[in-house]
T-cell receptor, first 116, second 112 residues
């Protein structure tokens, strides 16, 4: 199994530009999570999906952030327009949907975003 | 609200010494608890998890953790540190929901 795949691994962009981060979860996993990691705020859950449906987006910082999951094997996190304070490492994670929250979340390698 | 507190943002040990990383939780319901490790420039990887079975949980790479309800703790230990253990360690709790609530992390340094 290839694990959770994220692309790109690094993204450098200028303030005001649109940024799209991509994630392919582990095949067969029903849950997909997007996290953001910064030195100041640690690891924050932004949004998560179950069976492609957004369940909780209360962690999305503002309207500039949006996430979609058009099918079971692909999700995007979009920032438009981007700002320097969005600079962080963004992780995607997936989990099987066996009905218990003790199932392990498997993390991707992350996308390091730098907004100049 | 459920939360975890990791005491000590940095811990330094000598190679071969005991590793002890502290985690205390707050939960109004019986929690499920996890320890994850993050190596530089990588994602998080599960070390071990407590799911209300045995209170002493053994994980990968020689790590273990003991759930102590009376102390609301889930400290991570390893008898003998190795240089390859240098990483950041995160404690997390899930109060029977889909979400994981992470602590702020503890960076472990191992000196030769």
């Amino acid at each position: 199994d290839a694990g959770v795949i994220q692309s790109p691994r690094h993204e450098v962009t200028e303030m005001g530009q649109e940024v799209t981060l991509r994630c392919k979860p582990i095949s067969g996993h029903d849950y997909l999570f997007w996290y953001r990691q910064t030195m100041m705020r640690g690891l924050e859950l932004l949004i998560y999906f179950n069976n492609n449906v957004p369940i909780d987006d209360s962690g999305m910082p503002e309207d500039r952030f949006s996430a979609k999951m058009p099918n079971a094997s692909f999700s995007t996190l979009k920032i438009q327009p981007s700002e320097p304070r969005d600079s962080a490492v963004y992780f995607c994670a997936s989990r099987a949907g066996t009905g218990t929250s003790t199932d392990t979340q498997y993390f991707g390698p992350g996308t390091r975003l730098t907004v100049l | 609200a459920q939360s975890v507190t990791q005491l000590g943002s940095h811990v330094s040990v000598s190679e071969g010494a005991l590793v002890l990383l502290r985690c205390n939780y707050s939960s109004s319901v019986p929690p499920y608890l996890f320890w994850y490790v993050q190596y530089p420039n990588q994602g998080l990887q599960l070390l071990l998890k407590y799911t209300s079975a045995a209170t002493l949980v053994k994980g990968i790479n020689g790590f273990e953790a003991e759930f102590k309800k009376s102390e609301t703790s889930f400290h991570l230990t390893k008898p003998s540190a190795h240089m390859s253990d240098a990483a950041e360690y995160f404690c997390a709790v899930t109060p029977n929901t889909d979400k994981l609530i992470f602590g702020t992390g503890t960076r472990l340094q191992v000196f030769p």
